[in-house]
């Protein structure tokens, strides 16, 4: 299912069935639950969006007069380019891996997958330094030609530009992902007609392949879309003023909540345009297959200079999105001697971070797909379809969105306790984790879910109507009998969670408590002075974790290819 689908078809949690219309609709623990969760994506987001009704702040005023259209043109230009640069990157890889033979193909298919193990802004801090006037590329270039410095012209990698560069390198396996599931599953049946009627092997991937995978690659595109208006590091770090950056820097540097809250109105809005694009590219178009899929379509054999084309276009990607980052900062990391002494009290609270979500996350997933499965048309399962949108929702408009009312509650609590018993109790949830644990649980609850969803999928209704029968109820019957059996679908939610948090930036900036830094963070810090080799051991630390998901997804390519179906579903 598409986005688009996803946002169409979703029912409200407050909806009864048509069976259940004029009855009285009785709450359920799992109901109470699901619904409970789901305030925590209503609540960020009612929050922003009642700040249009409650009037222009003098800030807001000034920003939309001065840099609100710099902030809005730079936002489309920046997620334009990314779209195109992900589906001009990741297609083609995704078509010459699947329909194509040639020499390194295996391996290519899987490297291909390890750019999502950087975050775009840790890229950003490699190629700075390496492609700085005074970087290994350019004394290279002055060394081979004699050329002194400004006797030449060499593309600014802080720039739009290069920002959108960043994002492509990161965010193509996702195209590239949903793409060779496509190609995977297509018919032996409709290329062989392709063949027969002379069409070559780039003709039939227009005529063919390209059409019948066009909602997997809009959905791919769209989910690229959203990373780049989400994004925070890596146009904050190349200097380019897009929302992301406007809503910190009213926060912070205008210390305007007021003006924050309308700049994230804003994008919001941007959300929901990219939401109703791919919906509208989507169209009502509908492709079909009547071929049958016992047998995949052969692959073309390449000649030796097609082979070496294939090889380049599918070697790029991960050598400039992978290998080369993490060999600068693995350099810079040597040249600094190791990590700073702050590392450890870093991951730390890294670890601490990610941990609990993960573990908060998971649990809540676990809940809400145990409750679809059990009552598909119930209360549960419609808000379970609604906390699935919050990955559409930018960690800076959740930020905003959760600090606001958590400030509220906590101003509120203070002054009734002095008031009742003398004593201020301080900021229970803005002062501590709670409010960021709030905000993960909005940003990545879809992503536990989908992977939660997956294994309850495979649990036949006889099991659960030997558990009904057993007397079971129905948390007992969680625990004891689905449990064990979608244990490693939780494991991976919980892994997936994880990873996200280690390299969620922008939320983590603006919800974290006085002092405490997160690798993230340090990273960020540091490459912000400037201090590069300092935020080479954070950086190479989330990249490193970053790998096992990507570990899992080549073994799972492996898997299919060996029992010729398709991979696992992208997280």
């Not at 219309?21 to 922003?48: E, M, N, Q, Y």
């Not at 392709?194 to 066009?214: D, E, H, K, N, T």
């Not at 009552?375 to 949108?389: D, Q």
């Not at 609590?413 to 004593?423: N, P």
């Amino acid at each position: 299912m598409t986005i688009g689908e996803l946002v169409a078809t979703a029912p409200s949690p407050l909806t009864p069935s048509r069976e259940g219309r004029g009855k009285i609709v009785r709450l359920s623990g799992l109901d109470v639950f699901a619904l409970l969760l789901s305030l925590t994506l209503v609540i960020p987001i009612v929050s922003v969006c009642l700040s249009v009704l409650s009037g222009q702040s003098a800030v807001f005023v000034h920003l939309a007069e001065t840099v609100l259209p710099e902030y809005a043109g730079n936002t489309l230009l920046l997620t334009v380019l990314v779209v195109f640069g992900v589906l001009v990157v990741g297609v083609p890889a995704a078509w010459l891996t699947v329909m194509c033979e040639f020499p390194g193909r295996r391996v290519l298919e899987a490297a291909l997958i390890l750019p999502m193990a950087a975050p775009a802004y840790v890229l950003a801090y490699a190629y700075a330094g390496f492609l700085s006037a005074y970087g290994p590329v350019q004394e290279a270039l002055r060394a081979a030609t004699g050329w002194e410095t400004g006797d030449y012209w060499f593309p600014d990698v802080r720039s739009l530009p290069g920002a959108a560069l960043m994002l492509v390198l990161t965010l193509y396996p996702y195209v590239y992902l949903l793409a060779r599931a496509r190609f995977l599953n297509e018919s032996a049946s409709a290329l062989e007609a392709a063949r027969l009627l002379g069409r070559s092997p780039w003709g039939s991937f227009f005529s063919v392949s390209l059409p019948l995978a066009r909602p997997a690659l809009v959905a791919g595109a769209t989910l690229a879309a959203m990373n780049t208006l989400a994004d925070y590091g890596t146009v904050s770090y190349f200097g380019v003023p897009v929302f992301t950056t406007g809503i910190y820097s009213a926060w912070f540097s205008f210390s305007d909540q007021i003006a924050a809250r309308e700049l994230a109105a804003v994008l919001i809005a941007f959300v929901g345009a990219a939401l109703l694009a791919e919906h509208y590219f989507r169209g009502r178009a509908r492709f079909h297959e009547t071929g049958r899929h016992e047998r995949r379509p052969s692959r073309y054999t390449l000649s030796a200079a097609q082979s070496a084309g294939a090889a380049v276009a599918c070697v790029l990607p991960p050598l400039l999105g992978f290998a080369v980052p993490a060999l600068v900062l693995l350099e810079l990391l040597l040249e600094s001697g190791g990590p700073t002494r702050d590392f450890s009290k870093h991951l730390f609270n890294t670890l601490t971070l990610a941990g609990s979500a993960a573990v908060i996350v998971t649990a809540g997933a676990l809940v809400l797909g145990f409750a679809r499965k059990e009552r598909p048309g119930g209360i549960a399962a419609s808000a379970a379809g609604f906390t699935a949108l919050g990955y559409a929702v930018p960690g800076s408009v959740i930020a905003v969105g959760v600090l606001v009312p958590f400030a509220m509650f906590d101003n509120w609590f203070a002054d009734l306790a002095k008031a009742a018993f003398g004593v201020s109790p301080g900021l229970l949830l803005t002062g501590g984790i709670a409010a960021l644990l709030v905000a993960y649980t909005a940003l990545y609850l879809a992503v536990a879910l989908q992977s939660v969803n997956a294994g309850f999928e495979r649990i036949t209704p006889s099991i659960q109507a030997a558990a009904r029968l057993l007397g079971r109820g129905q948390m007992d019957a969680l625990r004891r009998v689905h449990l064990p059996l979608i244990a490693p679908s939780v494991l991976t939610a919980a892994l997936l969670v994880f990873v996200d948090v280690m390299k969620e930036l922008p939320a983590t900036l603006m919800l974290r408590p006085f002092n405490f830094d997160t690798l993230a963070i340090a990273a960020n810090n540091y490459a912000s002075d400037e201090r590069l080799s300092w935020a080479a051991a954070p950086s190479l630390a989330i990249v490193a974790v970053g790998i096992i998901p990507c570990v899992l997804l080549i073994r799972g390519i492996a898997t299919a290819a060996q029992r010729g179906g398709e991979p696992l579903p992208l997280p």
